[in-house]
């Protein structure tokens, strides 16, 4: 058995010090931005939604992305049913709790959204890439899933969410874009995994690869 090699200062500082600052950065945006739960539903600023819950969204989709590009449809699509899952109960019960149990999210179909789009979104890349490390396919895998599970759950949100979300998120161009799942986040997931993937492939981080 061979040796790692001898720990050092640049290691330390790309396993330890870069991932705690882009920790403290993650905690620091929604205490620092502050964002309640009004803006979650449609009132203010798109920005706080974005950077917040937006972000939270993304990850849940971009890590069954990451994997359908990298691995297979059927390890994308089984991330996203876990991904997916843990996003629901969670929203469902903030929300729930939110309204003092005056509404069940955990039976609105829209949240349920969530859990199909995830798996939707691995499963869609995973079958179109067919393991291609090509970055046009992956690209065209990547956009393509992205925009179809992210057109499903803005339909979910604004037509058949309970009637009080719906009420808060009027549809328009605004909406469309820029909400929880609109098209600019997906469209950023879109485009950004597919890069990140694509590096990843050089240095064969990926299932099969050297590292």
């Known amino acids: 058995m061979t040796e790692p090699e001898k720990l050092t200062l640049s290691n330390v500082l790309w396993v330890v010090v870069i991932p705690v600052l882009v920790g403290v950065l993650i905690i620091a945006l929604p205490v620092t931005i502050g964002p309640g739960l009004s803006h979650v539903l449609g009132a203010a600023s798109v920005v706080p939604i974005i950077f917040t819950f937006g972000l939270a969204n993304m990850v849940v989709l971009a890590v069954p992305l990451m994997l359908g590009l990298l691995w297979n449809r059927f390890a994308g699509g089984a991330a996203g049913f ?119 492939t050089w240095y064969g981080i990926y299932p099969g690869g050297h590292s």
């Open 82 to 200: 876990l991904m997916g899952s843990v996003y629901y109960v969670a929203s469902a019960g903030l929300y729930t709790a939110y309204y003092s149990s005056k509404y069940n999210f955990f039976s609105d179909v829209s949240m349920l959204g969530y859990i199909v789009n995830a798996m939707l979104i691995g499963y869609i890349a995973g079958s179109l890439n067919n393991h291609s490390f090509k970055f046009k396919r992956m690209l065209g895998a990547s956009l393509t899933a992205a925009i179809t599970t992210g057109l499903i759950q803005f339909y979910l949100n604004t037509q058949i969410a309970l009637p009080v979300a719906r009420a808060m998120a009027p549809v328009d161009l605004n909406t469309f874009l820029l909400s929880v799942g609109g098209m600019i986040p997906m469209l950023i997931i879109g485009f950004v995994i597919p890069i990140i993937a694509k590096v990843m």
